[in-house]
């Protein structure tokens, strides 16, 4: 079955001919060119996250490994009751572990290569975002287990102290 066209359909209201530009062939139309529809991007790129947070690709990705495995057992301790909480944010910390060797790693290379100031930068950035890190996991992890009687927004200021850094170091790259 053939699907009716615009062209097959009876018009009842005869349209006035567009208006023509003066000195313009009768013949030639003279259309507006058609504007590109910008849709707007919500999420960031993988060079922007690199940029401003100071981390590797290959970083980003064990952190996100971490956090799968995380997320997975905090669902079995919030169903079942399973484990202590420092056994659910386990491989948080085996993630951090894993990215401190890493930046030291490169921190050695970058050393060796005589890359002395870049190395001297990228260890101090990378030193605190995992330090400030860790100290926030290992906060929280005490507070759910009830072994500190700490404040959320006391176990919450490393997070504020990591986002000040990451909003100067934005504003730094631009």
């Known amino acids: 079955m053939r699907r009716p066209r615009a ?8 349209h006035p001919d567009p208006p023509q530009l003066v000195g313009a062939h009768p013949r030639v139309s003279v259309r507006a060119p058609r504007r590109r529809q910008v849709t ?3 999420f960031f790129t993988v060079r922007e996250l690199v940029q401003w947070l ?3 690709v ?10 799968t ?3 997975v057992a905090l669902a079995v301790k919030v169903e079942t009751g399973w484990g202590s909480w420092w056994l659910v944010f386990a491989p948080l910390f085996a993630g951090d572990a894993l990215n401190a060797y890493f930046c ?3 921190f050695i290379r970058m050393h060796l290569e005589g890359m002395y100031k870049v190395a001297l930068m990228r260890g101090v950035w990378s030193l605190s ?13 005490k507070k759910l287990s009830g072994q500190s009687g700490l404040v959320y927004s006391e176990v919450m200021s490393p997070i504020f102290i990591l986002l000040q850094l990451i909003l100067i170091r934005a504003c730094q790259l631009h």
Request: glycine residues 2%; proline residues 5%.
């Open 129 to 141: 975002f995992l330090l400030l890190l860790f100290v926030f996991k290992f906060l929280l992890c």
């Open 54 to 56: 100071g981390l590797t």
């Open 58 to 67: 290959f970083e980003i990705w064990v952190n996100l490994v971490a956090v």
């Open 104 to 106: 030291t790693i490169v």
């Open 7 to 14: 062209d097959d359909r009876p018009s009842r209201v005869r």
């Open 40 to 42: 707007p991007v919500m």
């Open 69 to 71: 495995f995380f997320t």
